[in-house]
């Protein structure tokens, strides 16, 4: 779930190692969340949240590359990108149930795990373990908007880019150049300096 983690492109990760990848819990509480997980597929372009909308669901990323953003005067905005080993969640949604500021879409053809955030929360109210993994979860996730924030905030689009292609660097191979300047805030055309400066 944490991007933050220098990632190999179009690797499978499969639900054990993508649950325990927050935080190991004993295989009793493991099954209890894999038996509510269901493995489903999706194409490229396929939006999975739309913002101003209560989202009930969460996903894991098997396979594949998303996107969040949100629109600023009729501009898409990329928030941040999640591949294999992701979550993928509304956190507005997840913690208070209200409606979330971002949509999430697919950039590649996904595999993903799905699972109902109630089904969740009741396995919460009777698994101490599986409680715990959840408030993980939604710390670790919390601790990587912090950061995006701070890295938006303080530091220059070279800098930022060079950030990005450390801890993600399959992203150039599979992303639109288009949308990694959304997301450093810049032109495509001030990206193709960057990315010659940077070589």
Same mark, same amino acid.
Request: hydrophobic share 40%; proline share 4%; charged share 25%.
């Given at each position: 779930?944490?991007?933050?983690? #220098?990632?190999?492109?179009?690797?499978?990760?499969?639900? @054990?190692?993508?649950?325990?990848?927050?935080? @190991?819990?004993? /295989? =009793?509480?493991? !099954?209890?969340?894999?038996?509510?997980?269901?493995?489903?597929?999706?194409?490229? *372009?396929? &939006?999975?949240?739309?913002?101003?909308?209560?989202?009930?669901?969460?996903?894991?990323? $098997?396979?594949?590359?998303?996107?969040?953003?949100?629109?600023?005067?009729?501009?898409?905005?990329? &928030?941040?990108? =999640?591949?294999?080993?992701?979550?993928?969640?509304?956190?507005?949604?997840?913690?208070?149930?209200? #409606?979330?500021?971002?949509?999430?879409?697919?950039?590649?053809?996904?595999?993903?795990?799905?699972?109902?955030?109630?089904?969740?929360?009741? &396995?919460? =109210?009777?698994?101490?373990?599986?409680? =715990?993994?959840?408030?993980?979860?939604?710390?670790?996730?919390?601790?990587?908007?912090?950061?995006?924030?701070?890295?938006?905030?303080?530091?220059?689009?070279?800098?930022?880019?060079?950030? &990005?292609?450390?801890?993600?660097?399959?992203?150039?191979? !599979?992303?639109?150049?288009?949308?990694?300047?959304?997301?450093? *805030?810049?032109?495509? /055309?001030?990206?193709? !300096?960057? !990315? $010659?400066? /940077?070589?």
């Amino acid at each position: 779930m944490d991007s933050m983690i #220098p990632q190999r492109a179009n690797t499978t990760w499969d639900i @054990d190692k993508i649950i325990t990848r927050s935080l @190991d819990i004993p /295989v =009793n509480s493991l !099954r209890k969340i894999t038996d509510i997980v269901r493995s489903v597929e999706f194409p490229k *372009g396929h &939006l999975l949240f739309r913002g101003g909308k209560v989202e009930h669901d969460m996903y894991f990323l $098997a396979k594949g590359i998303a996107h969040a953003y949100y629109y600023h005067e009729a501009n898409k905005v990329t &928030l941040c990108f =999640n591949s294999e080993g992701d979550a993928l969640i509304s956190l507005k949604s997840y913690i208070q149930h209200q #409606p979330g500021y971002e949509h999430i879409e697919l950039l590649e053809p996904c595999k993903l795990y799905h699972l109902k955030t109630a089904s969740l929360y009741e &396995l919460y =109210n009777s698994d101490i373990h599986i409680a =715990n993994w959840g408030r993980k979860l939604a710390e670790l996730e919390l601790i990587k908007a912090e950061e995006q924030l701070m890295s938006k905030l303080f530091k220059t689009a070279s800098e930022r880019y060079q950030e &990005l292609i450390q801890k993600q660097p399959s992203l150039l191979q !599979r992303v639109p150049l288009g949308t990694i300047a959304s997301y450093l *805030g810049i032109s495509q /055309v001030t990206l193709s !300096r960057i !990315r $010659a400066e /940077v070589r």
